[in-house]
C-alpha cells in the first residue's frame, strides 16, 4: 500500500506537468498542421528571446506556444457589467478541473515492481516503516472501476460550457450553451454502450485489466481496434464530439455564434476553455489507446513485454503510451482542418439515427457472442465479424430509412424570384 502510494504521487506530479506543456506545444502543432493542411509553413520565426533575453536564431518557432501564453497573462482580463459574476467567474473553473482529473486512472505504464526499502519512523501517514518488495500500477488512482471513472469525470465537463453561456447573459453564448448540452448529452450514449461493450468483451471495468487483456500472443493479444473495428470509428467520432472539436465545434461556431459559449471570455478566463479542450483531447486519446490500442503494447498479436518490469520497462512502455496518443491527436487535428462543420440538424441526426442504433445492435450481437462462446479463443474472431456484418447492414439499411423532410428547402418569400406575385407570374417577361 505505501509503495503504491508514492508511485501514484509520482507519476501524478510527473504526468500532470508533462501534460500541462504538452498542451501549450499542442496549441502550437494545431497551427502546424493547419499550415501543413492549407500548404502554409506556419508559425517557424518565433524564439525564446522574448525580445528581453539574449537568445538568437529561430527555434524552429518554438517559442510561439509560450509567447501566446505570456500574451494571455499579460491581457486585460475585462469583465462585461451585465454577467452573473459568480457563475461567470466559476465556469472557466469547471471547465478545466474535470479535465485535470479524467487521466488519473490511466495505466500510463503498466506494473512495476518495487523493491524493498526502510522509510523513517516519523512518516506515518506513509504506512510504517517497512516496506516489502511489491507490484504496484504505475497510474494515479489504481481503481477497479476506470472507465467507468473516465465517463463519470468526462460527464462533468459539460457544466462549464453551460454555465459560461448562461451567465454571460449574451444570446449568442447562450445558443452556444443549449448546442454543447444537446450535443453532450446524445454524444455520451453511443460513447458509454461502446465502453459497456468492450466491458463485456474483456470482462473487467479496470482500464489496466483492458490493456491486459489486449497484450499476448495469437489471438489474446488482438488489439480492440481489430475485434471491434467499428465501434472503434464510433468511439473516435464521440471523443471528438465530447471535446468541441471540428466537426463537431458548433458550440462554438463563429461564423453563427460569433465565437459561442466563450464570446464574452477573456484573458487566461479565456484560455483555461482551451486549456480544458486539449486536455480533453489527451483523456480522450489515452482512453482509446487504452481500450483500441492495446495501452502501451507495441506490436499487436504477438507478446514482445512482460507484464510486470522496473523502472526501465515502465519508461519504455510509457513512451509508446504517450507515443500512440501523440499520433491519435495528429489525426484530431487533421479532422479538423479537413472536414467542414457539421449543421447541428446533421449532428443530432448522426446521433440518434446513426450512431447510437448501430452501437445498440452491436451491444446485443456482442452479448450472444460472449453468451454463447465465453471464454473460447476465437470469441474475437465472432465479434470481428460481428462488427463487419452491422457495418455493411447499417451502410444498407441507413438510406432506406424515412428522412423527414428537407431542411433546406427554398422559403417562399412574398416577391422574391421564387414566388413572385401573381400578376407578375402571369405578364411573361420581356424581351
Partial sequence: MTAQFIVSVITGLIVVHVILLSCAYLIFLERKVAAWCQ????????????????????????????ADGLKLMLKEDYNPPHVDRVLFFL???????????????????????????????????????????????????????GVIYIL????????????????????????????????????????GLCVLILILTYSTTDALGISLGQTGSGLEGMWGVFTHPLLAVIFFTCVLAECNRAPFDLAEAEQELVGGFHTEY?????????????????????????????????????????????????????????????????????????LPRLRFDQLMKLAWRGLIPTVLVVLLAAGVVVFVLGDEPWVRLALLAANVVVGVGAMVVGPMLPQGPPVNRRVPLAGSRFNPPPAEAATPAAG
Fill in 152 to 191: 463519470a469525470i468526462s460527464s462533468l465537463a459539460v457544466y462549464g460550457v453551460v454555465l459560461a453561456g448562461y451567465a454571460s447573459n449574451n444570446k449568442y453564448s447562450f445558443l452556444g450553451g443549449l448546442r454543447a448540452t444537446a450535443q453532450i448529452l446524445s454524444y455520451e450514449i453511443p460513447m
Fill in 39 to 66: 500548404d502554409r509553413i506556419g508559425p517557424n520565426r518565433t524564439n525564446f528571446s522574448f525580445g528581453v533575453l539574449p537568445f538568437k536564431g529561430k527555434h524552429w518557432g518554438l517559442g510561439q506556444a509560450l
Fill in 266 to 338: 477573456s484573458s487566461m478566463k479565456w484560455a483555461l476553455f482551451f486549456l480544458a479542450e486539449y486536455m480533453h483531447m489527451v483523456t480522450g486519446c489515452a482512453f482509446f489507446c487504452v481500450l483500441f490500442l492495446g495501452g502501451w503494447d507495441l506490436i499487436p498479436f504477438v507478446r514482445e513485454m512482460p507484464e510486470v518490469g522496473g523502472i526501465g520497462l515502465v519508461l519504455l512502455k510509457t513512451l509508446i503510451f504517450f507515443g500512440k496518443v501523440a499520433f491519435l491527436l495528429f489525426v484530431m487535428m487533421w479532422v479538423r482542418w479537413t
Fill in 91 to 145: 465556469a472557466p473553473a469547471l471547465a478545466v478541473i474535470p479535465a485535470m482529473l479524467g487521466w488519473a486512472v490511466i495505466p500510463w505504464g503498466g506494473m512495476m515492481s518495487v523493491p524493498g526499502f526502510t522509510l523513517p519512523d516519523w512518516l506515518p501517514v506513509l504506512g510504517g516503516t517497512a516496506v516489502d518488495p511489491a507490484v504496484v500500477r504505475v497510474a494515479v488512482a489504481p481503481i477497479n472501476v
